[in-house]
């Protein structure tokens, strides 16, 4: 479980990070906690709280197809503040 693990870390780094979590732990479940965007884009599943309460569970290719969906909404809303390349959900 990484809980904010990277929260402190520039962006770069919390790319090596994760990189180097999906390398050597590939065969395991792994859950990660996280504000920033980036660091859930390539997982496999989202779960997305708002309030404490699931608000979306799915993919985050398919949240992402879904305009009006909160995930959507945070993605676009931080693409539009930073360079975020989503060229790694095709």
């Known amino acids: 479980m990484l ?12 790319n090596l990070i994760h990189s180097t ?3 050597h732990f590939s065969d395991c479940t ?5 504000h920033r965007i980036t660091s859930v884009l390539d997982s ?3 779960l997305l709280l708002i309030a ?3 608000r979306e569970y799915d993919s985050p290719a398919r949240l992402l197809e879904n305009k009006s969906s909160s995930f ?3 993605v ?4 539009g503040r930073s360079d975020l390349s989503l ?3 095709d």
């Open 3 to 14: 809980d904010e693990a990277t929260v402190s870390f520039d962006t770069a780094t919390d």
């Open 21 to 23: 979590v999906r390398e």
């Open 30 to 34: 792994v859950i990660t906690i996280a």
């Open 44 to 46: 496999d599943m989202v």
């Open 52 to 54: 404490g309460l699931i």
């Open 72 to 74: 959507a909404q945070l």
């Open 76 to 79: 676009a809303d931080y693409t």
């Open 87 to 89: 060229k790694k959900l």
